[in-house]
């Protein structure tokens, strides 16, 4: 064999706070994406290296890598050909370690997407397995002569893939893949293949990696007679997978699953009491339905979600997000939910122009300052742990011509020089073209331009972002839905100890009054928390408030004593 | 009056509260006699449910009016000495003062005291009965929060024909001041409506009823599950016009079909709202309309002879109002036959479906929609009806038109509060209104229809129901106008449009 586990040293994370995860800003960044430090056009690690400094000061706790190992690159690198190496274009193993090390010195930490389901057909246990019946490395696949199993599985990539079984001639049978045919599923039945994944976890982690964000888990074991998704196999895995970490590495490293699937079914993947799996879960259907909410001005479409949203483990979070690399998605979730997106959306031409393809967060919201800011308000107050994408903070744009995967990829765009200051390298070299439209291109939209002035989105983002973390109530407090007199105000009450946080929001692009019952408070006074604005007292009337046209506040509660 | 009664009340410096009482009674939003004078208002019955600190009197009071008629009203009483902070109470809970003991002591609508308050809920806690001076209350609550640590309780300041009150964020009492004879409707409703499964309403967590002879027992307080987070349809709808009025102002003049698409592609739409608003509608008279409710909340078969009665009767007071004298009615003169086409039409309506018990009072102000979708609320019918008729079967699409004629109320009313007819915008606008009502009136009745189902027993078939459906939102309008020429006259423009516009 020609890929084990090369050598590494043990590295300790800044500190041994083991609920970081729950108070901490994702940002989740694409090497290729980020920064280019020799100039071949491609960002690599050593350029990401170089902008941890700005990382940090924008208040970043943790990255989050989206795949940088070994890779025909056929499905953005979700398809690994060596768990043990990094795409040559970004770097090596120690430049790796020198990023992590790096991060760390700076109390940052960093988590990589790791793909446990499937590896590429150019993995070299694909290509041992496919040369023979006999080879020991046969059994890593799930074969099968005929394509009469698992029939009530359904196709994910439905505009692709016609069946999840696939002939291979080489092989002289059929293998299993729930993705692309590209993608052969890993066959979870054999201990070797448990044995060979908790190796490539150790490797990592050894290498000082605070943890994985998990690709695709439902999908992990397949069974006759069921959907093989959520099978209590793939729960009993990741609760190895979790056991390991935790045995040899102590808590303060974490997992984040990625079930595409209505809440009350993730929290199944935070495991129980006896047998935890993940740390986290990403929330889906939160995300699709802030931007309904905004869209018709009023707040039932997030609020019916969070009720729908059962209460998860004390030392567990949510992962939300306002976007990320995917599309604002319908797909993966459940039929009723997809109705109810489908009935709302569809008379809607504006919204269904969105669905299916990659928009960033500013052109979904027509490049509306004050909703950024209101939905990055959301992202930072409501019950889950924000995870940011690369460039939203500056309020980058996209490219919906260069289709489906890329238009959402273009290189970050730091100045307002060649290349938007992402690359040297000539500008027909580069991976994909910087955006250059008037409106979202990088001589309008750039990091240097907005670290200049204190009133940019960039310095509105490190504010709130700064805020958040000075309140761990964010983080860990308590989380109830207020009532409020006016459906297009959604407020609510974030309670750890002291800390009594209150968020109001207008979803509506008009200024609103709001009145909310916070007798419950009387006597105490509402502080704004950026400016520490003092508010008029709570009293025993209902408590009036007037909101900007997509305003949002975030009081502090306090007895003030005078 | 028994000497019971009066000795409570003469404990208390009441014997002569009469006249403060029909002060107070005149006063008030839920006094649904305004248009008749009082004669005399007299204590019919009382309870002291506690004696001192608070004294809190249970009382039914009489009203009697100079015509000859008369009603019952539920004033419970509370009686603080002139020293205690409850003597500053809000003016409009305030009743008089009395000389008790050689003592001051304030006279308030009890409702408006904590102390007060918190003892009722006892009794539901409880379930405690108490014996008045002429029958007795039966409190009963199942589920309820403990009394202990209960936090303030909350009285809600919007006056309707009821009074609200909530303790914490769980329970909801609705007061009910008019005292009536006969079976109570709303409890009448509830209960039909539980055993037809429909499910969108609030849960019923206890209540009070008040049991006298010769009457059933008449509920005169709902203890409901809270309604969290909730907001009236009128609030959501408005919202969603607002939106599409500022966009008509913007625009420089469109087309009817441009319209049709402002409303379509419109962000903060309500037609889905609206959607989901007839599927719950459906399943109200799906439920109301379920064979196995018997007694006087059966559903029985539309008769030829009902919708004859019923056409005659639409007609009648159609030229009831048109009798009256108000130039603003020329144009609906004009039109009286068209009118009456719509119901006659009526008269030959085949297969007519069932009547049932409706909801008699169905509107935006009426639905909440919550985290759990709409809820329908107040089943007690139109406070101003006597019971008897509140009590009447229907059919249910006379619920359906009282919705759709709410849409276009909405659109006015959105429209009245940005503009006024002399603008020259208004036309304009008003036609953004109409296409809004159009779309959100369409998008109910199809999920309605949808929800309905083939199921025969509710609706008359084919294309029967809309002619059913439209002599019933005629007939809301025709009401309407007279309505509004008596108290908003500035609003009778909104059911005339409707009316005048009609196609046969």
């Known amino acids: ?562 | 009056m028994t000497v019971a009664a009066d000795d409570v009340l003469a404990r208390h410096g009441l014997l002569e509260i009469g006249d403060a009482l029909r002060e107070h009674v005149a006063r008030q939003r839920w006094f649904g006699g305004k248009e008749r004078s009082i004669a005399a208002v007299s204590i019919e019955d009382v309870a002291e449910i506690s004696a001192h600190d608070p004294t809190f009197l249970f009382v039914v009071a009489r009203v009697h009016y100079e015509d000859g008629g008369s009603d019952c009203y539920n004033i419970p009483l509370g009686i603080r000495d002139a020293g205690h902070p409850m003597a500053g109470v809000d003016p409009k809970f305030l009743i008089t003062t009395v000389n008790r003991d050689g003592t001051t002591a304030v006279v308030y609508d009890a409702l408006a005291d904590n102390d007060c308050s918190l003892l009722l809920w006892a009794d539901m806690v409880g379930n405690v009965e108490r014996t008045t001076a002429q029958a007795s209350l039966r409190a009963e609550g199942t589920g309820l929060a403990p009394l202990e640590g209960s936090g303030a309780i909350r009285l809600f300041p919007a006056e309707q024909s009821n009074t609200a009150l909530s303790r914490g964020n769980d329970e909801f009492l609705k007061w009910v001041r008019h005292i009536d004879s006969g079976p109570s409707i709303e409890l009448e409703m509830i209960d039909a409506l539980r055993q037809g499964g429909f499910i969108h309403m609030a849960e019923t967590l206890g209540g009070i009823d008040y049991l006298r002879r010769d009457e059933p027992p008449t509920r005169i307080a709902f203890l409901q599950r809270y309604l969290h987070n909730a907001s009236e349809g009128w609030a959501m709808a408005l919202t969603s016009l607002r939106d599409l009025y500022t966009g008509a102002e913007e625009d420089d003049g469109r087309s009817p079909s441009e319209r049709r698409a402002a409303v379509a592609e419109q962000g903060p739409a309500f037609t889905p709202e609206a959607a989901r608003l007839g599927e719950v509608t459906a399943e109200m008279h799906l439920a109301l309309s379920w064979p196995g409710l018997s007694g006087d909340v059966a559903p029985v078969p539309i008769t030829d002879a009902d919708l004859g009665d019923w056409a005659t009767a639409m007609t009648q007071d159609l030229d009831k109002l048109l009798e009256l004298s108000n130039p603003r009615l020329e144009k609906l003169r004009a039109v009286r036959g068209q009118i009456v086409e719509h119901f006659d039409a009526l008269r030959h309506v085949a297969d007519p479906g069932v009547a049932t018990r409706i909801h008699g009072d169905y509107h935006l102000g009426q639905v909440l929609r919550t985290d759990l979708g709409w809820i329908v609320i107040d089943f007690e019918g139109e406070p101003a009806r006597p019971s008897a008729e509140r009590r009447l079967r229907w059919s249910p699409l006379r619920d359906v038109a009282g919705m759709l004629r709410s849409f276009d109320y909405a659109a006015a009313a959105a429209l009245a509060e940005r503009t006024s007819p002399d603008d020259p915008a208004w036309e304009e606008l008003s036609a953004q209104g109409d296409a809004w009502a159009q779309a959100n009136r369409d998008a109910f009745w199809q999920a309605y229809v949808a929800r309905i189902g083939n199921s025969s027993r509710v609706l008359p078939r084919g294309d029967s129901a809309m002619v059913v459906r439209r002599a019933f939102e005629v007939q809301k309008a025709v009401y309407e106008v007279l309505y509004e020429l008596g108290h908003r006259p500035e609003w009778v423009n909104i059911p005339l449009r409707f009316l005048l516009r009609l196609r046969p």
Not at chain 1, 20 to 43: H, I, P, Q, T
Not at chain 1, 193 to 214: A, K, N, P, Q
């Open chain 1, 1 to 562: 064999m020609t890929q084990t586990a090369p050598e590494t040293r043990t590295f300790t994370t800044p500190d041994k706070d083991p609920l970081w995860y729950k108070r901490a800003v994702f940002y989740e960044v694409l090497v290729r994406a980020f920064a280019d430090s020799n100039g071949d056009g491609v960002g690599d690690f050593r350029g990401l290296i170089d902008k941890l400094d700005y990382l940090e000061w924008l208040g970043v706790d943790c990255l989050w890598l989206l795949p940088f190992n070994q890779s025909p690159l056929r499905d953005g690198g979700y398809d690994i050909a060596d768990y043990y190496a990094v795409l040559p274009e970004y770097g090596t193993v120690d430049d790796v370690r020198e990023l992590v090390e790096k991060a760390h010195a700076r109390g940052m930490r960093v988590v990589m997407d790791l793909v446990m389901n499937h590896t590429s057909d150019q993995h070299e246990w694909f290509k041992q397995a496919r040369s023979s019946k006999d080879n020991p490395y046969r059994d890593y696949y799930m074969w099968s002569e005929t394509q009469d199993k698992y029939n009530d599985v359904r196709i994910i990539f439905i505009d692709t893939e016609v069946s999840n079984w696939t002939w291979d001639d080489a092989a002289g049978a059929y293998f299993w893949h729930r993705f692309f045919s590209h993608q052969p599923d890993l066959n979870y039945d054999n201990p070797r293949v448990h044995e060979e994944m908790l190796d490539i976890v150790r490797f990592w982690l050894d290498l000082g990696m605070d943890g994985f964000r998990l690709d695709a888990v439902p999908y992990l074991y397949a069974r006759d007679g069921t959907n093989c998704e959520n099978l209590p196999e793939t729960h009993a895995f990741l609760a190895k997978v979790r056991r390991t970490m935790d045995e040899e590495y102590g808590p303060g490293r974490v997992l984040l699953s990625e079930a595409n699937q209505w809440p009350e079914d993730v929290v199944d993947y935070y495991g129980t009491p006896e047998a935890p799996e993940c740390h986290m879960n990403f929330h889906f259907p939160i995300m699709p339905r802030m931007f309904m909410a905004l869209r018709r001005e009023q707040r039932y479409p997030i609020t019916e979600i969070l009720e729908r949203t059962p209460p998860i483990p004390d030392n567990c979070a949510w992962g939300i997000f306002l976007r990320n690399h995917d599309e604002l998605t319908l797909e993966m979730v459940t039929d009723e939910e997809r109705d109810y997106m489908y009935q709302e959306y569809a008379h809607d031409p504006r919204m269904k122009l969105n669905l299916g393809i990659r928009r960033r967060l500013a052109p979904l919201l027509d490049n509306g300052r004050h909703k950024m800011e209101l939905f990055t308000g959301l992202l930072l107050s409501l019950p889950g742990t924000p995870i940011m994408y690369y460039g939203d903070e500056i309020g980058m744009g996209d490219n919906i011509y260069l289709g489906d995967r890329d238009g959402v990829r273009t290189p970050m765009q730091w100045t307002m020089d060649r290349n938007a200051g992402f690359s040297q390298a000539d500008f027909a070299q580069l991976y994909l073209p910087v955006l250059m439209d008037p409106v979202y291109g990088y001589q309008a939209v750039n990091v240097e331009g907005q670290r200049r002035h204190e009133s940019s989105l960039l310095h509105f983002m490190r504010r709130f972002i700064t805020l958040r973390k000075k309140w761990p109530v964010f983080g860990e407090g308590s989380f109830e839905i207020l009532e409020a007199s006016n459906p297009s105000v959604f407020a609510y009450l974030r309670v750890l100890g002291d800390q009594i946080v209150l968020c109001v929001n207008n979803l509506s692009r008009f200024p609103q009054p709001v009145e909310l019952d916070m007798r419950r408070y009387a006597g105490m006074t509402p502080v704004e928390m950026v400016g520490k604005v003092h508010f008029p007292a709570i009293g025993e009337l209902p408590y009036l408030l007037t909101m900007a046209p997509h305003g949002f506040y975030w009081f502090h509660i306090q007895e003030l004593r005078t």
